[in-house]
Structures are given as structure tokens and as C-alpha cells.
């Protein structure tokens, strides 16, 4: 069971970074032009570019070629919320220098946005909104049960976190954040409920108060929150990650995108969270591919992009 879980972990992880990207040019049309810049924020095992090859594929550039302004943070590819989100903090802080804004746009995948929103939380001068994208708000179910198989201390957790840390390594080294720090056990324990109830108590900026309700739309700390997210696991029959996230999607009780569950992805205004998409689907992976009848992840990123326009931010 252990080895299983760990390979299923794995398998995910790797597949991620096959998400290449082939679209570039800049358009005129005004229709993603924020007021602020936009930042993404990558999930676990996540990074910015690896030879060329985006995490969030496609998306910056469709984003830019209709006038927004688009910068993808490189933080841990594994390590804590408050570690990810203070690295992310240091950029933001960047992205401000260079473009002359007042504040920034973030969307967040997966862990990002947790990240995402510890900025928000202990910055909120720097930032406009926040848009968690299958964000880890309230927990992995599939965290919880990678923790409870493997036991603090075990040798079995101990060959898990090694053989973690050394894949984070490698992304970290092949994108150019070899200066970042990796810390796979500080990152499962975030993603797990008891760690992300934790981090809420913290920054409960945007967290509904029910199960699965709403938060605040815009927080007492001026910044709007939104989230979106899928409930479905496999979604296309070329797609080779979509059998790993199905199988991982077995381990929730709710609807889930292969590695969180639908309630749980839930912040601020939810404008959608149940897209037939898994968790890799939500940024535009793995090559695009994607369910036949549902929505191009690349066209929700520029309605959303043009929903903040709108709002003016």
C-alpha cells in the first residue's frame, strides 16, 4: 500500500512536467487587461519553466496576447504555506518594482493557493485579489491518507520524503530555483485537513464558514477572493495522467478533481466547482487535452482575467 500511494504520488508529479506550451504573440483587444499585473502561483512539485516547458500551459501567453500583464512565480516546488508564501512575497514585492503597480492579481493551483493567500493575508497592501484554482483550502483527503500510512518517524516515511525531496530537487534545479529551499514533509502536512484547519485559524481570509458555502467575497482587508475548480478525474482517453488521478480520486468521499474535493477547493465567490476537469486539467495540462464538451481551461483563465478587468481590478 505504501509503495503504491508513493507511486501514484510520483507518477503525478512527473507527468506534470510534460505540459509544454506553444502559443506566443501579444494582441491589442484589451480584453484581459487588468488594472494590475497577474501572478500564478504553481501547486506541489510544481515551477515556473523547465526548457521551455510552462506549468501553467499556454496560459500566460493567451493572458498577454490579449493585454494582460502576466508574470508565474517560481517558490518551493515542496516546503510549507508560510515558506511557499514567503518567497512568493519577495516576488511580489519585485513584480511591483518592475512594472511601477500598486498591487498584483494572484492565482493560485493546488498549493498555490494557499501561498497565495498567506500573501494576501500578511500583505494585503501588495494585493487585489486572490483566485484559488483547485486551491487546497480545507485539506486533501489523499494527503490525509498518504500521512496516516506513512507514520511520523517510520523508515517508510523516511524513503517517501527522500525519494520526494530528490524529485523536488531535480524540478527545482531544472527551472532555476536551485537556491530553494525543499521540504516534502512540511508540504504534506500543510495539504492534509489538520494542517490546512491550522493555516486557517491563521489567514482565514475568504474560507466559508459551512462545509461547502461561500466566503466573503472581499475581505475587511480590501482584497476580493474567488476560487474555481473541476469534480472530474478521468477526461480524456489520450490524456496518460488521467489513470493516476482517477485512482487517486477513489480515496475521497465527495466529488474531487483526482486530488482535492470539491468543497474543499472552495474561497471567497465561487464562481464555478464543478468543471468536468481533474487537478491537472486546471492548468491546462497535459498538452492541452482536456474533456471534449467541457470548457477550454484557457478560455476560464481569460474570463476570469476579464471578470477582474470588469471589476477593476
Avoid at 54 to 67: E, K, V
Avoid at 110 to 121: D, K, L, N
Avoid at 272 to 277: E, K, L, T
Avoid at 289 to 294: G, Q, Y
Wanted: glycine share 10%; with cysteine; charged share 15%.
Amino acid at each position: 500500500m505504501k509503495g503504491f500511494i508513493l507511486s501514484l504520488l510520483l507518477a503525478t508529479a512527473s507527468f506534470s512536467v510534460f505540459a509544454g506550451s506553444t502559443t506566443s504573440g501579444v494582441s491589442a483587444t484589451g480584453y484581459t487587461q487588468t488594472k494590475y499585473p497577474i501572478v500564478l502561483v504553481h501547486g506541489l512539485f510544481g515551477f515556473d519553466r523547465i526548457a521551455g516547458v510552462d506549468y501553467f500551459h499556454a496560459i500566460p501567453q493567451a493572458l498577454t496576447r490579449s493585454g494582460a500583464k502576466v508574470f508565474v512565480a517560481q517558490v518551493s516546488a515542496t516546503n510549507s504555506s508560510e515558506k511557499r508564501g514567503e518567497q512568493l512575497l519577495q516576488q511580489v514585492r519585485w513584480v511591483l518594482a518592475v512594472t511601477g503597480a500598486k498591487k498584483v492579481n494572484l492565482i493560485g493551483h493546488s498549493h498555490g493557493s494557499p501561498t497565495a493567500r498567506y500573501v494576501a493575508s500578511v500583505a494585503p497592501r501588495y494585493v487585489a485579489s486572490v483566485t484559488s484554482v483547485g486551491g487546497v483550502n480545507k485539506g486533501s483527503e489523499f494527503a490525509d491518507v498518504v500521512r496516516k500510512t506513512f507514520s511520523q518517524g517510520s523508515s517508510g516515511e523516511a524513503v517517501a520524503v527522500g525519494a520526494a525531496k530528490a524529485l523536488s530537487g531535480l524540478i527545482s534545479v531544472l527551472s532555476g530555483g536551485s537556491h530553494l529551499p525543499q521540504d516534502p514533509l512540511a508540504s504534506l502536512n500543510s495539504l492534509t485537513t489538520k494542517g490546512s484547519l491550522a493555516f486557517n485559524a491563521k489567514y482565514p481570509e475568504g474560507i466559508p464558514t459551512s462545509r461547502c458555502g461561500e466566503g466573503r467575497y472581499r475581505e475587511s482587508n480590501g482584497v476580493y477572493y474567488y476560487s474555481w475548480s473541476g469534480t472530474s478525474t478521468a477526461t480524456n482517453i489520450f490524456d496518460i495522467t488521467d489513470p493516476v488521478l482517477f485512482v487517486t480520486g477513489l480515496f475521497f468521499s465527495e466529488p474531487n478533481d483526482g486530488l482535492v474535493g470539491r468543497c474543499a477547493t472552495h474561497l471567497g465567490r465561487v464562481i464555478r466547482s464543478n468543471y468536468r476537469m481533474n487537478h491537472l486539467d486546471e492548468v491546462n495540462q497535459f498538452f492541452g487535452l482536456h474533456h471534449l464538451f467541457e470548457t477550454d481551461p484557457v478560455t476560464v483563465y481569460r474570463q476570469h482575467a476579464n471578470r477582474l478587468k470588469r471589476q477593476g481590478l
